[in-house]
């Protein structure tokens, strides 16, 4: 069949990639040899598909991210509370992505799974183009976060959010938001908080916040939506699973990360004596 063909349906290239193959010299070969998307390729065919990344973030070598996985596709680190993913007006370098350009200054920087500046854990970056589209709607993430004591079991919070009116950053439960769903299971209570474990069916902003403050339990230190931050002064939340196939194999594979201490720590707190 022809090579543009086979990438599309076989090797996971997208249409916007294979466009951009076109455009780049020696973007596909054939045993050293440039190929056309229209060109017939056969069973035993080596084909190399160069794709030149370019760093689009300013490099910030004095930045440390912990990295618990890394391949010549992926890498996945565990992003500590505070830090942005993205610059902005506020933060222009030191974000998640200027540590990735001092890093990695070789890759692309294709953020896979997006967590807000106060939660912590893994987060997925593709360093190509084709792992980021060969990911797309294949990982699974597992979060977890603390609440006041009251929940119990497991539930469903299936309710569209949207923009609160006149904010930029605040959501809402509203009729006429997105569709969101949440999976909740509680897994561990103490005398002072609740451990809850989260897998969103989908990916809205503030997601996970603004439904578990829906059903009467904000998170912990979660100022915006009304969590408890007497103990605690930045909410609760915390990716600690990824669940995805890797790009090239296919090979399932499970990252964990272990709870921030401070998170840790509320769950071995005890309430004052009388």
């Not at 294709?110 to 980021?132: E, P």
Request: hydrophobic residues 35%.
């Amino acid at each position: 069949m022809p090579l543009g063909a086979y990438l599309r349906t076989h090797a996971g290239v997208s249409a916007h990639m294979l466009k951009r193959l076109k455009t780049v010299p020696d973007g596909m070969t054939r045993c050293g040899i440039k190929i056309r998307s229209i060109d017939p390729v056969r069973s035993g065919d080596r084909i190399r598909l160069h794709y030149p990344e370019s760093a689009t973030q300013t490099p910030n070598p004095a930045l440390t991210v912990p990295v618990v996985y890394d391949s010549a596709q992926i890498m996945i680190c565990d992003k500590p509370a505070g830090m942005p993913v993205h610059p902005s007006m506020l933060h222009r370098d030191d974000t998640l992505a200027n540590w990735f350009a001092a890093a990695y200054p070789a890759s692309g920087f294709h953020l896979i799974n997006r967590l807000d500046r106060n939660t912590s854990g893994l987060c997925m970056i593709a360093k190509t183009a084709y792992a980021a589209n060969a990911l797309r709607n294949r990982v699974e993430k597992r979060y977890y976060a603390l609440v006041r004591n009251g929940l119990t079991g497991e539930g469903t919070v299936n309710a569209p959010i949207g923009r609160v009116q006149d904010s930029v950053m605040t959501r809402c439960v509203r009729a006429d938001g997105r569709a969101a769903v949440t999976h909740y299971r509680v897994m561990r209570q103490t005398a002072y908080c609740t451990l809850l474990e989260l897998i969103p069916e989908t990916g809205r902003t503030h997601q996970i916040r603004v439904h578990m403050a829906h059903i009467g339990y904000p998170l912990l230190g979660d100022d915006l939506y009304g969590g408890d931050c007497s103990r605690m002064q930045c909410h609760a939340l915390h990716c600690g699973s990824l669940r995805f196939p890797e790009p090239l194999t296919g090979e399932i594979r499970t990252v964990t990360a272990q709870l921030r201490p401070e998170m840790e720590a509320a769950l071995h707190e005890k309430e004052p004596s009388e």
